[in-house]
């Protein structure tokens, strides 16, 4: 495992940082935040900084950070509606099929698609399809499963399911620039900076 | 009455959520101790416990397949004995758990967060208790699969008219949406105690489950997406499968089943009940486990209210079928109802009356709500009394149909009674290896109820 851990925080902000190690492919910067409160004004900064290969880390859903990181809405909501819907259909389609083309019975003289009875079994394979809906649409919106990410390389990213809020900049964003990124990630209160290499 | 105080959260000045004031690291530490260290005595005995009962169980279901059904008390007028109310009973129990993890979400009732993982838990093993229940009382148990429309050599399909079928979709649908909520729901705590584990294999397996979640806002954008609409699919969900496995009985014309005031009162009952069965959970593990500072007396006080809410309309219920009975001026119905409530059965309608119209109305007092004696025993008897709800509606209305000549007095047989206790042993056997190897608090979600979560809390 190829890390760079220790930039002190106290270190001026134009230190260099150590250069990377042999066979590292430099994945980018991890700043460490004191709190929701300054990692969202420090989200602020990165995206007027123009930034677009960059996240923020932490341990539970912080409201309004979505708006600090000038993130929009999520469409997972898309594949729920499309899903439920579809499910609905399936469930009537199925039942129309069994209760008029593959046995038909004539239970107390109804006719033979009464759809009425069909409404029950309708809704619960669309609850079905929009459950499956929301599932899926998490996991393909924010690409997991993912059991290898560049991130996993710093120790002390272990933290962000605990107590620890980060932002992450990547090396492969047009304005990533190890010493400048560094810098702006400082000035704009973190209090740890660190290269990772994955 | 005896004041009982509540530390105030800092920012919104109302009773605290989480009692002491830990930080984020405390709840790490507190939630996640049950899986990473040695149980307790009491864990290993109650494992053992469940596992007999469990034990107990097996040996039932595999003397019923050898033997059938003939080893249970269900014989005509009452063909529709135990197994059919240990059924509604489960699945009564499991729905609680959705209304506190989907319905309280829906009504931004941020102290579920406490409670909703243990509940969502519940549900899930209670639905495969209840799911048990008419796969072996099918007679030929070598015959489920008739029950799904699946193409087959003899080129018959279900009967979808038949709220039997209707019943069929609704619990397994609500047994596999359940399982998805909750799984959802695990996956950043998975992926904290991956990040605690010291040894490889732990790392390994909670690591595959937590499918490599970074706690990226950019995730958390859509898993919060992903949760907000999982609620709103399963509140009505979770409304329809009472409803459904109410018209089990309510499209019947048997009096004291016919009628329309069943999908609400089987609502409202399961709820009662399930939230009685969380409340029996709670008191222990809150103990065992030392969460006594993260499941605390408000969350209690609440759930009170709510089962002095549900068991109140339970009361309303039983006594509007009354009302009803009389009111309709139809013979058949009225009988039924005056038998229940005098005749041989009135033994067990008394038991439900009293057990679910009388008890929660203890919860009108605060010391009451708080109390966890108070609440242990009271929680049990509530669950006594919705078993004996379905048992009452089950049998009394079977017992004494329309032609006196073929009246009898059901009575369970000793295998009833072991088919019973071995479901409770599948549940606690379940419930038991869920609090030892998952966290049993949504510690992401706690944390985000923290006075220190909120973005405009100063540090002092």
Redesign the interface.
Known sequence: MNRDETTPSSAPPNARPAPPEAGGKLFGLLAELADPESLMRACARVRDAGYTAWDAHTPFPIHGLDRAMGLGKSWVSAFVLVLGLSGAAFGMLMQWWISTRAYPLVISGKPLFSWPAFVPVMFECGVLGGALGALGGFLYKSRLPRHHHGLFASERFERVTDDAFFISIEASDPRFDAEETARLLREAGAHHVELVHA | MAHVAYDIDPVEHRPALIEGDP???GI?EAVARPVEWRPPWGWYAVLAASLSLLGLFGVSIAWLFWEGVGIWGNNVPVAWGWPIINFVFWVGIAHAGTLISAVLFLFRQRWRTSINRAAEAMTIFAVMCALIFPGIHIGRPWLPYWML?LPNQM???????S?L??DV??VS?YG??SL??W??GL??DL??I???ARTRLRRIVY??FA????????????????YL??AG??T??VL?VHS?VS?DFATSQLPGWHTTIFPPYFDAGAIFSGLAMVVTLMVICRVVFKLEHVINPLHFDRMAKLMLLTGSLVGYAYSMEFFIAWYSGNLYELFVFINRATGPYAWAYWTMVSCNVIVPQFYWFKRLRTHMGFLFVSSILINVGMWFERFVIVVTSLHADFMPSSWDYFKPTFWDLATLAGSFGLFFTMFTLFVRFLPMVA???V??VLP????????K
């Open positions: 930080d984020f690291h790490t429309p080129d018959m399909w279900p009967q979808f008219r709220p079928m209707w979709f609704a649908i596999t949406v998805i909520f799984y959802v996956i950043p992926a904290t991956r990040d605690r690591g595959i499918l490599g979640w970074r706690g990226s806002f950019r995730q958390w954008l859509h898993y919060e997406k992903a609409l999982l699919l399963a009505p969900l329809s459904v018209f510690m992401a979600e944390k985000s220190q979560a909120h973005v405009h809390n100063r540090p």
